[in-house]
C-alpha cells in the first residue's frame, strides 16, 4: 500500500509543474495526471492502467466504467489495462488470474520528460520483485512509455534477460468511449481471420467492417494493419496505428454478460468497444534469449466524414 509520503515522493522525483502532478484520487488510488497544450490524460500507479485521455478540444476518448470498483489488487473496468505476461485465461491453469499479473500489481514511475514540442512523456516500470516467481519464473523486465502529445503513444517494451526464449502473450486492453456501439464500424480487419470466443473459439474469416449487434469477443490473426474506430454518433474516428503487434482483439460483452460482470452498469455496453492491440493465441510472442521486444501504438482522433 502506497502512504502520503510516497506521493510527496513521486511529486518531488517526477513531478512537473502544472503537467505532471501526483495525488489520490476520490477512490485512494495513486495517479498521475497530464495536462499540457495538446491533451489532458490520467494513469494509475496500479497496472500503470490509463484511466483518462482526451485531446484539448475533444470529448474524452478513453472509457471508464461510472460502475468500476477501485480495489488494490483487482482490475478497475476500464481505462487501458496492460495484460502481461499472459493474455485471457492462463493457457495451463486456468485459477490464475485472467490477462496476467501487471494489470493489478503497482508500478513504479522511472521517468517525466517534457518534450520540446509540449508534449509529456512519462515511463514505468513493473517492478521485477512484483513478477511471482511462482507464475513466472523468468528473469525479465516490463516498461511502458506513454507519450501525451498531438496523438497518444504508448509503447510496452518486455525484455528477456534468461539464457532461453519465453513465450509471452499481451495487450493493450484499450476501452474506447462511444456515441451507440450499435452504430459503431471498426475497419482494417478485412480478410483477417479470427478465433470467435463467442463461438467456443471457432475460426472464422472477416468479411468487410467489423458491426455489433450481439456479444463480440474475438482475436483476429496477423493483423497488424491500422484500425478506425468510426463512430457517427460521437462524429469522430479514433485511429490506432501500431508496430510489434500481430494480434487485435475485438471485445463488447453486450447485455446479458455486462450484467453478470456487475462493474458496466445498466447501458455501459452500449457506449464502449475494446480495441486491444495484442500478441495473443497463435500470434504470442517467442522472445529470443537476451531479447527484447516493443508492442508500440499510436492513437489519434479525426472528425468524423461520410
Ligand atoms: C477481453 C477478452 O480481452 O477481456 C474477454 O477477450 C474478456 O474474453 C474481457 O471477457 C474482459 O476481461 P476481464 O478479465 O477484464 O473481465
Not at 27 to 38: K, M, Q, R
Not at 115 to 141: A, C, I, K, N, V
Not at 228 to 257: C, F, H, Y
Not at 280 to 304: F, G, I, N
Request: some cysteine; overall charge negative.
Amino acid at each position: 500500500m502506497v502512504c502520503e509520503d510516497d506521493v510527496a515522493q513521486w511529486n518531488e522525483r517526477y513531478g512537473i509543474h502544472g503537467q505532471v502532478v501526483f495525488s489520490y484520487d476520490d477512490h485512494g488510488f495513486v495517479v498521475v495526471s497530464v495536462n499540457n497544450a495538446w491533451a489532458s490524460a490520467r494513469l494509475a500507479l496500479q497496472g500503470a492502467q490509463l484511466l483518462h485521455w482526451a485531446p484539448v478540444g475533444h470529448q474524452p476518448v478513453i472509457w471508464l466504467s461510472d460502475k468500476a470498483s477501485y480495489v488494490l489488487g483487482k482490475s478497475v473496468r476500464g481505462g487501458a489495462p496492460i495484460c502481461w505476461p499472459w493474455f485471457g485465461p492462463h493457457g495451463a491453469r486456468t485459477e490464475l488470474p485472467a490477462h496476467g499479473f501487471a494489470r493489478t500489481a503497482l508500478w513504479n514511475p522511472q521517468e517525466a520528460v517534457s518534450l520540446p514540442d509540449g508534449s509529456t512523456r512519462l515511463t514505468f516500470q513493473l517492478p521485477p520483485q512484483l513478477m511471482p516467481t511462482e507464475l513466472w519464473p523468468y528473469d525479465s523486465s516490463l516498461t511502458m512509455e506513454i507519450t501525451v502529445g498531438v496523438s497518444l503513444e504508448v509503447v510496452l517494451v518486455t525484455e528477456n534477460r534468461e539464457n532461453r526464449p519465453i513465450t509471452v502473450g499481451q495487450a493493450l486492453h484499450t476501452y474506447f468511449r462511444v456515441g451507440d456501439v450499435r452504430r459503431v464500424r471498426i475497419l482494417g480487419l478485412e480478410g483477417c481471420s479470427y478465433i470467435d470466443k463467442v463461438l467456443q473459439g471457432e475460426r472464422q474469416l472477416q468479411v468487410g467492417q467489423v458491426d455489433f449487434v450481439q456479444e463480440t469477443d474475438r482475436i483476429y490473426l496477423g493483423s497488424t494493419r491500422e484500425i478506425v474506430i468510426d463512430d457517427p454518433v460521437m462524429q469522430r474516428r479514433i485511429r490506432l496505428a501500431k508496430t510489434g503487434s500481430a494480434s487485435t482483439v475485438v471485445w463488447n460483452p453486450w447485455t446479458e454478460k455486462a450484467a453478470k460482470m456487475g462493474d458496466f452498469g445498466p447501458d455501459g455496453y452500449l457506449r464502449m468497444v475494446c480495441v486491444e492491440n495484442a500478441n495473443a493465441a497463435d500470434d504470442q510472442l517467442v522472445l529470443a534469449a537476451q531479447a527484447s521486444h516493443h508492442l508500440a501504438v499510436r492513437y489519434s482522433v479525426e472528425p468524423w466524414a461520410p
